[in-house]
């Protein structure tokens, strides 16, 4: 088990949520940046927590990745487990700290900025989305990050990913891409109706993605 690992996986983690969530209801209050800057918010944050963390813990960041992780035997078991529980934490204590930084009315505006099902928009389409959003991210990830052959600027290419991913998804899904992402806002406030979809999209997508990238594209030893 590696504390140091859990550590940086939990600050990381932490400041997703924290800037993101704050960046959407600072939009609110001013209504100063809109989609696009709620998706450079987001994105800005993984590239420097990924790019700060990855020499400890890999900058996973995300339960979805350290279970592609797992399918692919980049972690151990004891680990992921050990990944999991510090991204979710680091998800809940960013939403508890949003909570003493901002004003209580602006966050129960925009719903703690938990990832939500746009109008019209149903319990399939935004499961599909979700998935399809996370294979691009996990996808991105073992592409620029995880081969031994990725440029050593994969941060910067997962943090636009995230970006471009909340452009298209963000009206849609909430592009959450990472159960860590909901659940800390849900459980705060936001509401918990649809953590599965939060949940099974993102993992279904990652391990997609992993499995992909690791048997098809990925060079053997």
């Known amino acids: 088990m590696n504390f140091k690992a859990y550590v940086a996986e939990f ?6 949520i924290f800037v993101g969530v704050g960046a959407i209801t600072s939009d609110y209050i001013s209504g100063a940046s809109g989609l696009v ?33 797992l399918a692919t035997g980049k972690i151990d078991a004891a680990n992921a487990v050990g990944y999991i529980i510090s991204q979710c934490l680091g998800g809940i204590v960013a939403a508890a700290m949003l909570k003493l ?25 935004g499961l599909l989305v979700e998935i399809i959003l996370t294979f691009f991210l996990v996808f991105v990830i073992f592409g620029t990050a995880i081969d031994s052959r990725a440029p050593q600027v ?6 636009l990913t995230v970006t471009l991913d909340i452009l298209i998804g963000g009206p849609i899904t909430g592009a959450a891409m990472n159960p860590a992402r909901h659940l800390g806002p849900a459980l705060l406030g936001g509401g918990l109706q649809h953590l599965w979809l939060y949940w099974v999209g993102p993992v279904v997508g990652g391990l997609m993605a992993a499995l992909v990238y690791h048997h098809v594209l990925e060079e053997k030893a």
């Open 154 to 159: 994969g941060a910067l290419f997962i943090g």
């Open 37 to 69: 800057g709620i998706a450079l918010a987001h994105g800005l944050t993984i590239a420097v927590m990924a790019s700060a963390t990855a020499a400890v813990s890999g900058g996973h960041l995300n339960p979805a990745v350290t279970i592609g992780a």
């Open 11 to 16: 600050i990381g983690t932490f400041a997703l």
């Open 101 to 125: 930084c901002l004003p209580v009315a602006a966050l129960e505006a925009v719903n703690m900025g938990t990832p939500a099902l746009g109008d019209g928009i149903s319990v399939g389409m």
